[in-house]
């Protein structure tokens, strides 16, 4: 168990989490970044990035850890730990982590993300690594030659559609309007692709499969504009539902909004805590990109910086 005291410490590993601590570093701050319950964030479970400027296509991992090895060559500590419990009612400010470890700082940038949402089935709790899944980077491989559905139609359903078409034989989109919103180039693929079918108009009411060894064997839909059940046979499920903020441990401590996204002030990273800023998915419901969460970890370095110099 450890004391580390430091000017600036960010909590979270994503872009906005990184870009901070590449900015703060710069200015000459003492940083540390706690990287959270995942290293890198959530792109790190993306297979392709193809809008991040400056890269034609890479990994998300890559792209991370190109990140992570900017910020360390500048100085920044990367501390690989998941904070807990945080008390910004008095400067320093101190956050505690999982593995004991206690933090004081000065400022303090939020950049926790968001994560997964699921469909609260209990046959999907059930069989959550036994063929239901999150992150078809990460399990696709089980999958080749099989056949598996995606759940929803924004762009992460798109892009994991299009990443497992490459690995098995057969992928249904499921999604519950009669219209994507994922954007218009990767519908285009999806729609163009011969091993993606789009079940339109339908919801899973339940996830089927056997206990011994525990498997997904099926899914059963229901058209919402008709409640027509069908059951269709697959091999594996991945949810790709949307996002919730990673929030919990700051409610009480700064404001949220009704869906747990943190308030900062106008055009600006600041909350209602002077000395904590937040940057990224954290406190952005709206347009969730890996190129706007650095930007905002970029604001918020900006914003630490100042108020340090100020106080
Ligand atoms: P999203 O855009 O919020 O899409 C969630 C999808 O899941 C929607 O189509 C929604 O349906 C559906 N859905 C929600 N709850 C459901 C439920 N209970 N049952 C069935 N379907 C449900 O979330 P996302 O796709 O995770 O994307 C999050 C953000 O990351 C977005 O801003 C997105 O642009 C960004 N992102 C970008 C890329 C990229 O390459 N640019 C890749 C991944 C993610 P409705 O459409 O009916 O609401």
Same mark, same amino acid.
């Given at each position: 168990?450890?004391? +580390?005291?430091? @000017?600036?410490? !960010?909590?979270? =590993?994503?872009?906005?989490?990184?870009?901070?601590? !590449? +900015?703060a570093a710069r200015a000459g701050l003492k940083t540390i970044i706690v990287s959270g319950n995942q290293e890198g964030g959530q792109l790190t479970m993306t297979n392709s990035i193809e809008n991040f400027p400056g890269f034609e296509e890479i990994s998300g991992f890559e792209l991370m850890d190109k990140m992570k090895q900017q910020a360390l060559k500048l100085g920044v500590e990367f501390v690989n730990d /998941?904070? &807990?419990?945080? @008390?910004f009612s008095n400067r320093p400010f101190v956050c505690s982590s999982e593995n004991g470890h206690s933090f004081k700082a000065r400022a303090v940038i939020v950049a926790t993300g968001s994560s997964a949402k699921?469909? /609260?089935?209990?046959?999907?709790?059930?069989?959550?690594?036994?063929?239901?899944?999150?992150?078809?980077?990460?399990?696709?491989?089980?999958?080749?030659?099989?056949? &598996?559905? &995606?759940?929803?139609?924004?762009?992460?359903?798109?892009?994991?559609a299009l990443y497992l078409a490459s690995l098995a034989d057969k992928v249904i989109l499921v999604h519950r309007r009669r219209q994507l919103r994922a954007d218009k180039i990767l519908q285009d693929r999806i729609l163009n692709n011969k091993k993606i079918v789009v079940e339109w108009d339908c919801v899973v009411d339940e996830i089927l499969g056997e206990d011994n060894p525990l498997k997904v064997t099926g899914i059963k839909l229901r058209n919402v504009e008709n409640d027509n059940v069908k059951t269709i046979a697959l091999d594996g499920v991945f949810i790709a539902v949307g996002h919730q903020p990673n929030t919990d441990i700051f409610r009480g401590n700064l404001p949220l909004d009704s869906k747990g996204y943190i308030i900062t002030h106008e055009n600006s990273s600041k909350t209602d805590v002077e000395g904590v800023f937040a940057a990224g998915d954290v406190k952005d419901p709206k347009y969730k990109q890996a190129v706007i969460s650095a930007g =905002?970890?970029?604001?918020?370095?900006?914003?630490? !910086?100042?108020?340090?110099? @100020?106080?």
């Open positions: 168990m450890a004391l +580390y005291t430091t @000017d600036l410490l !960010i909590l979270g =590993s994503g872009p906005a989490g990184y870009t901070a601590g !590449i +900015y /998941n904070i &807990v419990e945080v @008390d699921w469909l /609260n089935l209990s046959s999907e709790k059930k069989f959550l690594g036994y063929g239901v899944s999150a992150c078809a980077t990460c399990d696709g491989f089980f999958y080749r030659g099989r056949t &598996v559905a &995606v759940i929803g139609g924004g762009n992460s359903a798109a892009a994991e =905002s970890g970029a604001m918020a370095a900006m914003d630490a !910086i100042e108020f340090l110099d @100020d106080n």
